[in-house]
C-alpha cells in the first residue's frame, strides 16, 4: 500500500503487516486530478487536483495524522495489476482507516450560514457518485468538510441527513461493517438500492465499485460494458450467499422486451429495494416461513433453480400464457408479501425458461394474476436463461 507522508509529502510504500496509521480522502474527482507519476514528478502543481492534495495533507496534520491515503496519486494507474489490486481491495483501505475526510468542493464555507451548508449538502454531487458508497460506510470514523475544509460534521452528528440524502436507515450509517469475517444482516437487494441512483464515469464501474459492499473480487476487464460487468457482480454475489433478493428487482417497461434473465442489468433495477428482507431458515419477522430449495447455481442451460411453483392462467393483460409459472422468493417486502417472479416455458427446450414482466411490480403482479388465476402444481426444476 502506498501512502503520502502528510509532512514531507513523500510518497511511501508499505507492504502487509507493516502498514502505519493511516486516514483517507474521499472526494469528487475532476478533470485536472494529479496522477502518481504527475506527482512524483512535480508536475501539474498549478492545478485544483494538485491544490486538494496539499489541503488534504494540511487538514490531516492538523489533526495530527501523519499519512495519508489519496486515490489519485496513491495509484499508479499505469499499470493494470496495480489498479486491479487496487480496486479490489478498496472496500478494505476504507475500513482500515483511522477516519475518512469527505471533501465537497460544491458545499460553501461556513460564513454563509449552517442552514446554507446544509441546504447544499443535501445537493452535493459528492452523494450521486458511485465510488463515494463504499467510501462513506466502510470508515470506523467519518468527517464531512466544505470547500475551504471546515468540518460540516461527523457522519454520525449528520446521520438523519445523510440518511434523507442517501436512503440509507439510520441504523446502518451508524453500524453497518462488512469487515472481515462479518455477516451482514442487510438484503443483497437493499445494498443494491442503496446504489441505484448513483453514477460512474465508465459504465463498467457500476459493478467494480460494488465489490467491496457485497465481499468479492473478480478481474477487471474495462471494455466489456455494464451489463456484463454487472451480471458477473452478481454472479459472484450468489456463489457465496443463498439471499435470494438479488432477484427481486423490476426493470423500467423499456426492459420488457430485452430482460429475460433472473439478473438485473444494472442497480438503477433496485431503485424500489429499500425494505426488501430475507427469509432464513431461522428468520421469525415475515408471516412466511423459509421455504426449502436446493442450492441454485449457474449452469450452460441457465440459472438452475427449483421451487413450489404455480401456474396461472390466462387472462386479458397477456397473449401467450402456456408454460407461465409464478414462484416466490424467499424475502418480502415493506408490505410483508413475498416476491413474486413470473417464467415462461421455451417452446422447444425441456426444463428451459425465461423470465418475463419484469417490468411490473409484485403489487402489478399480484393484481394481474389474483389466486383465482393460479393453480399450485409443487416442486419444479426451472433453468432460466
Known amino acids: 500500500m502506498r501512502l503520502l507522508n502528510t509532512q514531507t509529502y513523500e510518497l511511501q510504500e508499505f507492504f502487509e503487516g507493516q502498514i502505519?496509521?493511516?486516514?483517507i480522502l474521499s472526494h469528487r474527482w475532476t478533470h485536472d486530478e494529479v496522477t502518481y507519476k504527475e506527482f512524483r514528478k512535480g508536475q501539474n502543481k498549478d492545478g485544483a487536483g494538485y491544490r486538494k492534495i496539499m489541503q488534504c495533507c494540511a487538514f490531516a496534520r492538523s489533526m495530527v495524522r501523519e499519512f495519508v491515503w489519496i486515490d489519485t496519486c496513491c495509484i499508479d494507474k499505469r499499470s493494470s495489476a496495480e489498479l486491479s489490486e487496487a480496486i479490489n481491495s478498496m472496500w478494505r483501505y476504507y475500513a482500515n482507516a483511522r477516519e475518512c475526510y469527505a471533501y465537497l468542493a460544491d458545499v460553501p464555507s461556513l460564513d454563509h450560514g449552517r442552514d446554507a451548508v446544509l441546504r447544499r449538502l443535501r445537493s452535493s454531487d459528492w452523494f450521486n457518485r458511485g465510488w463515494?458508497?463504499?467510501?462513506?460506510?466502510?470508515?470506523?470514523?467519518?468527517?464531512?468538510?466544505?470547500?475551504?475544509?471546515?468540518?460540516?460534521?461527523s457522519r454520525d452528528a449528520l446521520c438523519a441527513e445523510v440518511s434523507a440524502i442517501t436512503g440509507i436507515a439510520e441504523q446502518y450509517l451508524r453500524r453497518f461493517r462488512m469487515s472481515s469475517g462479518e455477516v451482514t444482516t442487510v438484503s443483497v437487494a437493499?445494498?443494491?438500492s442503496w446504489a441505484s441512483k448513483r453514477q460512474c464515469t465508465r459504465s463498467e464501474d457500476q459493478a467494480y465499485c460494488l465489490l467491496g459492499l457485497f465481499g468479492v473480487n473478480m478481474p477487471l476487464l474495462y471494455g466489456e460494458g455494464g451489463e456484463n460487468a454487472f451480471r458477473r457482480l452478481q454472479l459472484e454475489?450468489?456463489?457465496t450467499s443463498d439471499d435470494e433478493s438479488i432477484f427481486a428487482w423490476c426493470g423500467s417497461p423499456s426492459m420488457r422486451s430485452s430482460a429475460s434473465s433472473m439478473f438485473a442489468s444494472s442497480p438503477s433495477a433496485f431503485a424500489e429495494a429499500t425494505n426488501i428482507h430475507q427469509i432464513t431458515p431461522n428468520y421469525t419477522?415475515?408471516?412466511y416461513d423459509h421455504e426449502f430449495r436446493l442450492p441454485y447455481a449457474m449452469t450452460n442451460k441457465g440459472l438452475s433453480l427449483q421451487g413450489q411453483a404455480?401456474?396461472?392462467?390466462?387472462?386479458?393483460?397477456?397473449?401467450?400464457?402456456?408454460?407461465?409459472?409464478?414462484?416466490?422468493?424467499?424475502?418480502f417486502d415493506a408490505t410483508d408479501r413475498r416476491w413474486p417472479v413470473?417464467?415462461?416455458?421455451l417452446p422447444g427446450h425441456v426444463q428451459?425458461?425465461?423470465?418475463?414482466h419484469t417490468e411490473l411490480s409484485p403489487h402489478q403482479i399480484n393484481n394481474m394474476y389474483p389466486r383465482s388465476k393460479r393453480e399450485v402444481v409443487g416442486m419444479m426444476q426451472f433453468y432460466v436463461r
Do not use: D
Request: proline share 5%.
Open 310 to 331: 404455480v401456474r396461472v392462467t390466462k387472462n386479458r393483460h397477456t397473449t401467450a400464457t402456456v408454460g407461465l409459472y409464478m414462484i416466490f422468493l424467499n424475502c
Open 342 to 345: 413470473l417464467l415462461q416455458a
Open 190 to 192: 437493499e445494498r443494491m
Open 132 to 153: 463515494t458508497l463504499q467510501e462513506l460506510l466502510a470508515p470506523p470514523a467519518f468527517v464531512f468538510c466544505n470547500r475551504a475544509w471546515e468540518i460540516i460534521g
Open 352 to 356: 428451459s425458461f425465461k423470465r418475463v
Open 237 to 239: 454475489t450468489i456463489s
Open 20 to 23: 502505519p496509521e493511516y486516514v
Open 285 to 287: 419477522g415475515s408471516l
